[in-house]
């Protein structure tokens, strides 16, 4: 069964910044076209915020585009994404999964916490 595992989050300030990765168990991302970060906000659903493609494009949502990078080294097995000019509406779980998303790869996520 595959597991991703987020790691690298955290409490920061507005403005601040963090980076987020995603590690899979075995060499699943060579196979995966689409994996993507998402996000959840308390008392919100779950919603993709990025996404990169096995090529490399990349396509963001306006809430993060031109704060937030999304990267993958494939041969790692490892995602990561940069978060920079941190806003407190960023505050969230983040989780990483394929495009679209399989339920069985959801995992714990890791919590950031935007604030002064």
């Known amino acids: 069964q595959v597991q991703f595992v987020e790691s690298g989050g955290g409490l920061v300030q507005p403005g601040g910044s963090l980076r987020l990765s995603c590690a899979a168990s075995g060499s699943i991302f060579f196979s995966i076209n689409t994996m993507g970060w998402y996000r959840q906000a308390p008392g919100k659903q779950r919603e993709l915020v990025a996404r990169i493609y096995m090529s490399g494009n990349t396509n963001y949502a306006d809430s993060v585009k031109g704060r937030f990078t999304i990267s993958r080294d494939n041969a790692k097995n490892t995602m990561y994404f940069q978060m920079n000019s941190l806003k407190p509406e960023d505050t969230a779980v983040y989780y990483c999964?394929?495009?679209?998303?399989?339920?069985?790869?959801w995992g714990q996520g890791t919590q950031v916490t935007v604030s002064s």
């Open positions: 999964n394929r495009v679209p998303a399989s339920t069985n790869f």
